[in-house]
Every structure is written in C-alpha cells, then in structure tokens.
C-alpha cells in the first residue's frame, strides 16, 4: 500500500498559498506558545536557573542538528519526483536519522560530562532532553506531508504537543518544582509531537510497516545529502553555540539574559521557513518547465523576505526596551540592547531561507556547506573574541556577522554561486531601483538577465 495522497493539485497558486496559511498559522502558535513558556518560566526561575535550562536546551539542540543529516530538502524533493517509492524514501530517511539521533544523543551526554564534571542537575537535564531528541526521526513525516503540499497535519500535531507542554510547565510553577522538571517538560513536547504525527499518518491510511530501509536508497540519501548535513550542523551551530559559549565563559546568568533576547529575535524566523517550504515544490517544478519565472519568483522572493525582516528590526529598535520590561521586568533589562543587535541578523536569515531551496533545486549541496561552516567559524572566532569584551551584547553582534557572511558574501567567491547573489543583491536594491525608475519606463526582461550576467563575472 502507498502513503496516503493529499493533495493532487499541490503545484497551483491556491494549494500554494492555502498551505502556506496553515504553516504560518502553526509557527504562530509555535512561537506564542514558546514564547509564554519563556516569559513564565524566565520569571519563576530567575536568570541564573532560566540561564542554565537554556544552557541545557542549546547544547542538545545544537547536538542534535546531527540528527537530521541534512536529509530535508533532498527527501522532499524525492518524495515530490518518486510517488511510487515514498514508503523506500521514508524507510531509508528513517533509518539514517535515527542512526543521527543515536549518536548526537552519546554526544551530547560525553561533551556536558567534559565541561560541567561536577554538575549532576546539568547532565540529568541533559539526558532528559536526549529522550526527546530519539523520538525525532520520526519527524520525517514532516517532508511527507510537505511534499504533498498538507502541512496542516504537522500544525495539528505540534500545536497539541504546544498545548501540553503549556499546561505541564503551568503545573510544574503552579507546584514548585524546581529548574530540572522544565528539561523534562521540553523533552515530552518534543516526543509528544513526532508520536502524534506518526498518529495522524496511521490515522489516515499511512503505514508505517510499510516502511522499506533500502541500502542504495541509504547510501544515495548520504551521498546526496552528507554537505547539507555539516551544512545543517553549521546552522545549529551559529544558532546555539553563542548560548553555550556565554554558559562557558560568563555564567549562567548571563545566558538567561541574553536567551530572552534570542527567543524574542527568534520567533520571526517561522516566516522565511512558512514562505520557502511552500514555494518549493512549484520552485522544482518551474525550474523544469519556465526559466524565467523561476528566476523571477526567485528574485520576488528574496526581496520581499529581506524587506520584512528589515521591517521587523526596525520596529524592535523602537520598542524593544519597554517591552522587555513590561514582559520579564527589572531583572531581564539588559536583554534589550541586545535584542536590537541581534535581531538585524533577519534579513540574512530571511533570504537563506529561499537560497537553500535553490541550492538543493541547483544540486549545489556542497556550497550550503561551504557557506554554513564559513559562517559557523566566523561565529565561533567572534564570540571569541567580543564574549568577553561585551558579553551577551558581542555574542549577538558575532551572530549577525555570522549570518551576513554564511547566507551573502561567501556567495560572491564561487563563480556558481554569484547568480544567488547577484539575485539577492538585486532584491535589497529594489525598493532604491523602485523610486529611481522614471514613470513609465519599465525593466525588461534583458536588463535583469545583463544584470545576472554581469554578476557570474
């Protein structure tokens, strides 16, 4: 029997757009939901307990980045070519990730032993969260569901999992527990959600026994995907790294502070991620058929994430301070300056989003790996340097930097990649290009193509 089909019409501008609906609905949730555990938590435990649940929360999340082995694009993309072999891609993609889960989750335990050797309540916090991190293979139905253009399933099942996580985390204030149950809460949220995905699938004909682990479908996975997934691990780690270098170098304290502001800057990112995931598979598909708009939707794309996240910086400048102190009070005040630094790191993050569709769609995987770790080191040798200069204030002007290096200017060094830039470069112009066109004379076609030219030499 064949994985249930959802949606025949998936490559038409409504399914497009209706998906994407649902997606942004759910990331909404997701992030309100992140956000009141934040704000709750933040305010029971304190900076020094929140600063080590986050400190906890980032080691096992940047560890477990390993987990997904850069499987996401490239599974999807199978899944949309290959209808007839969706239970081998999911049988294989199951299993490799669930080789990664294994071996992020040793990781994970060896390297809180070697840095905190004295600290139990740590290294039980991070084992609580690893229990979580085993379950997330299953997540694979994630690029199941977004190859059939159906995500609503995924917001069902992670919207209830946010839910429950809500009211444990209510319960456990409402209790007094103390900093180690609120790991335990977030490991449940993260195993409760794949289970109730793998539910919904069961539920609607899909079956997992159906399943086939293929050994060349494995390898051709690994083959295609092993610089998506140092790529993918370059990510997690200018992601997260700032939160255990501030653990390691500063305190605790400090990591709660600057945590605040990262979850606040952080919470936009669902944008760039609902707008790319619904675009791809019509992104594959006129990549076949129509050069051109691909090009243009390209284009379109970038320019109007970039300009929404230059929005949303601009606004949090101007609010950020009162906010800060309305939500988490006198104790978190230093968490806005460095709110407005980090957060001008979103156009950045914005456009990567399209940019690594299109590197998967150009099957230029071993650039995404070539952009990430040069961002990922750019990161690591920043926080170096400005940590103990400033502090959570430098830990977020090395994530800025990161981020414009990784997902712009390493782009102009490889001559096949200086069409992404120049494509990007095209976009931040726009708004410029727009007022200082005369009315009535219009770019043609052959201008954005010189343009593009111009930029491949």
Known sequence: MAPPSFSP???TPGSIWGNATWLAGGRIFSQI???VVTLVAARYLGPEDFGRYSYAVALVLL???IANLGLQGIVTRDLVDEEGNRNEILGSA?????????GSTVLAVALISLLRPSDVEMRLMVVLLCIGVLLQPLRVLDLFYESEVASKYTVAADGLAGVTWLLIIGALIASTFSVIWFSGAKAIQLALSALLLLAIYFRQGGRPTEWQFDSERAKSLLRKSWPLALANLGVVVYLKIDQVMLGQMTGDAEVGTYAIAAQLSEATYFIPAVVASSLFPSLVALRRSDERTYRSRLISSYAGLAWAGVAIATLVLLVSGPVIELLFGEEYRGAAPILVVHIWASPFIFMRAILSRWLIIEELYVFSLVSHLAGALVNVAANLILIPRMAGF???LATVISYATASYFSLFVSRRTRPA???MTR??????KAIGTPKGQDRG???DQREDNEGEN
């Open 394 to 396: 430098g830990a977020a």
């Open 63 to 65: 560890l477990a980045g």
């Open 33 to 35: 939901a992140g956000l």
């Open 427 to 432: 976009a931040l112009l726009m708004p410029l």
């Open 421 to 423: 830039a120049g494509m």
């Open 445 to 447: 076609p052959e201008d």
């Open 9 to 11: 019409g998936w490559s």
């Open 94 to 102: 199951v299993a490799i990730r669930a080789l990664g889960a294994v």
